[in-house]
């Protein structure tokens, strides 16, 4: 997806829409692309352009309605980008695993936590505990004789 925006089309959606001009500017298009590329995120991308989190929101919101579209187009270059920078930080990270083998590491542990994570099964263990425990709680409000909902849970269950 190219970084440069097509014509302005202020008719996303076949009708001219009354109001302001948009802020959306091929400068500003090609601005936000540029931050996103460098590796910022869409939040940081939107303060350093002085964009409101709502109206970036808004224009991509358009972009899914109107594929076709000016907005929609930013959308794609948006996306484009963000998938852009990912592989190029990935391509940095494996290139600097080649000397220093911490960073396959980091990649892995991230890549495939249930496999590589440093906490890989503390959170199956906590689940199964948390489990035990409802189960527990539940049998003990029976036998007290209070009505399930004495707990917050209907069914004394995980959900």
Excluded: H
Aim: aromatic share 8%.
């Amino acid at each position: 997806m190219s970084t440069v925006p097509p014509p302005a089309d202020p008719d996303d959606g076949g009708r001219r829409r009354p109001g302001r001009p948009t802020k959306l500017t091929d400068e500003l298009w090609q601005l936000f692309v540029e931050l996103l590329l460098e590796g910022c995120f869409r939040s940081t991308a939107c303060r350093n352009l002085g964009v409101g989190k709502t109206t970036f929101t808004r224009w991509m919101q358009a972009g899914k309605r109107y594929p076709r579209g000016r907005y929609g187009q930013f959308r794609a270059a948006v996306e484009g980008a963000e998938a852009r920078a990912e592989a190029n930080a990935l391509r940095l990270i494996l290139a600097a695993g080649k000397k220093d083998p911490k960073y396959l590491v980091w990649w892995l542990e991230r890549k495939y936590p249930g496999r590589y994570g440093q906490c890989r099964g503390e959170l199956s263990d906590l689940k199964r505990k948390l489990c035990e425990l409802e189960k527990e709680v539940g049998k003990a409000v029976r036998d007290l004789g209070l009505p399930n909902d004495a707990i917050g849970e209907s069914d004394g269950g995980a959900g």
